[in-house]
């Protein structure tokens, strides 16, 4: 059977520009090829548009959990919650990610489809998902304030997905660091991440 990967891709200056994408493609191409049994789904967060939810929307949500007529604000988490792999590039970002990210991790958190709480209160994650990569880059370096990869690592356990690894290549602005070199090392990491992932 075919694993599916989802690529959550929020490489906001885009695939010509962006080193985080550079890491990820080359992940993904190498991790495809050694798998052969793959097939990935690439979700272009710039290109989805989508709103942070207001009262409004939060409601219209809840009627479409609870009677499944229209599946318009809940469509991405009942996909999302299908994938055997989740792969997420984004670059380093005020100490977190950008907010486009943010709100696509809000647009997944949907109460009966990524998780449920059971009767005592104990919230169950619902995705099927076992595994995930969490992709980044930064011109400066991260240290112990990686927030955003902690917030993923921790909502992602919420829903069911208990093993969430990390590539990074930070430093990559810093004057007196060569960043070609940087990311060559990151892309070998990557093989060897490839390869137990």
């Given at each position: 059977m075919a694993e599916n990967i989802l690529f959550v891709n929020s490489c906001i200056r885009g695939k010509n520009v962006s080193r985080t994408y550079k890491l990820s493609d080359f992940f993904i191409k190498k991790y495809m090829e050694s798998k052969k049994d793959c097939?990935?789904?690439e979700i272009i967060l710039d290109e989805?548009?989508?709103?942070?939810f207001n009262s409004d929307m939060i409601e219209r949500r809840?009627?479409?959990v609870s009677e499944?007529?229209?599946?318009?604000?809940?469509s991405l988490a009942i996909e999302f919650a299908k994938f055997d792999t989740i792969i997420v590039a984004t670059p380093y970002w005020d100490l977190s990610f950008?907010?486009?990210?943010r709100v696509f991790y809000e647009h997944i958190s949907v109460s009966g489809i990524t998780f449920k709480y059971e009767?005592?209160?104990t919230p169950k994650g619902l995705c099927k998902?076992?595994?995930a990569l969490y992709i980044t880059t930064s011109g400066g370096y991260m240290g112990d304030n990686n927030y955003g990869y902690e917030y993923t690592k921790e909502l992602f356990n919420f829903i069911g997905i208990k093993n969430t690894y990390i590539l990074k290549a930070e430093g990559l602005d810093i004057e007196e660091n060569n960043a070609d070199d940087i990311?060559?090392?990151?892309?070998?990491e990557a093989e060897v991440l490839g390869e137990k992932f």
């Open positions: 097939v990935l789904k989805l548009n989508l709103k942070p809840n009627i479409e499944r007529k229209t599946d318009e604000l809940i950008p907010s486009m990210l009767k005592d209160g998902a076992k595994k990311i060559d090392k990151a892309i070998k």
